[in-house]
């Protein structure tokens, strides 16, 4: 397995706040069973590249993880998880109440001073409920007892991985118990927790199919996993003021991990809410359309051509 180490790390509090909403995206938070509107083959050919053959081949990940130890019963609540080769970890999750195969599954990574729930808070309630709806997973890990100051080992400037080796137990009893698709493994979180989303989706680079971060970024440049999965990415920020413990610019950060994705060839967007270091809600419903749009191995997005009209303004190409 390959560790990861974000070097000199500054002692900064890297919070979860709050913020207001701007514009929004139109996720379909109808949960009686039906997909969101994304989650469609929109050229009508069966197989979504517009050539009416339906018989294209869709990419699947290679060397998917495998449970390491005892899965457990996927059901909402606060349910352990038991890897293997780490402690025993405690994972929030959100399940639908007759969860069926081929939904998405989301790892959220929460930020420093706060918990799991949080999910609910970026997501909210009902977009949230339109996932697991449509037979996804949101898991949103608690941190390790002996991790340090902040949530996640990368974060804290360590070379365990016990957190990345926590998220393949995840996706891997997933796989097994609910019959997640393996297409669709996708990975967001806030700031402590943005920082951790791009270690996790560089560090899982084989089979992560996009991310979300909010007030993430990397403070040096991570290696790719597997350079060959161009992995599509939504990278939320607040602008100028981003900034926390005086020194660390989370727009600066972003920026850097976007010419790192976009020099890969990796399909990535940046939003600036301009709210500074804070949640920004009413992101919740575009992150999860993005999620739902953007299974493993999608070129060219269907993103390429100009984002979603319902997307918030300061998001961009």
């Known amino acids: 397995m390959r560790s990861l180490l974000l070097a000199s790390i500054p002692a900064l ?14 996720l379909d938070t109808d949960t009686s069973g039906d997909t969101t509107e994304a989650d469609t083959d929109e050229s009508g050919d069966g197989d979504g590249d ?20 005892a899965c457990p019963t996927f059901e909402t609540g606060y349910i352990p998880f038991a890897p293997g080769s780490i402690d025993q970890r405690t994972v929030r999750l959100w399940v639908g109440d007759n969860p069926q195969p081929g939904g998405l599954l989301v790892i959220y990574w929460h930020a420093y001073t706060s918990a799991p729930d ?104 991570l290696p790719f996993e597997d350079a060959s999965n161009k992995f599509a990415a ?7 003021s981003d900034i926390f413990g005086g020194t660390v610019n989370f727009k600066t950060l972003s920026t850097a991990w976007f010419n790192q994705l976009s020099g890969n060839g990796n399909f990535a967007f940046m939003c600036d809410h301009g709210l500074g270091h804070t949640i920004p ?19 060219p997005s269907p993103y390429a051509e100009g984002l979603p009209a319902e997307f918030p303004t300061d998001c961009g190409s």
Not at 61 to 66: E, K, R
């Open 234 to 240: 939504m990278i939320i920020h607040g602008g100028d």
């Open 118 to 221: 949080e999910a609910a808070l970026t997501f909210s309630v009902p977009v949230i409920e339109a996932i697991t709806a449509a037979g996804g997973i949101v898991a949103a890990p608690y941190s390790a007892d002996d991790v340090g100051e902040f949530p996640w080992f990368v974060v804290n400037g360590s070379s365990r991985d016990d957190d990345m080796l926590l998220a393949d137990e995840i996706v891997a009893c997933a796989i097994e118990q609910v019959g997640v698709d393996p297409r669709r493994i996708h990975t967001t979180g806030m700031s402590a927790g943005g920082l951790q989303t791009v270690a996790y989706s560089m560090a899982r680079s084989h089979y992560i199919a996009s991310a979300a971060s909010f007030s993430g970024g990397a403070f040096s440049q």
């Open 50 to 69: 517009g050539d009416g053959d339906g018989d294209a081949a869709e990419p699947v990940p290679a060397n998917l993880p495998t449970p390491t130890g």
């Open 281 to 299: 809600q009413g992101y919740g419903s575009s992150v999860a359309n993005f999620f739902f749009a953007h299974p493993f191995g999608t070129e």
């Open 13 to 26: 509090l890297l919070c979860a706040c709050t913020s207001e909403p701007g514009s929004d995206g139109e």
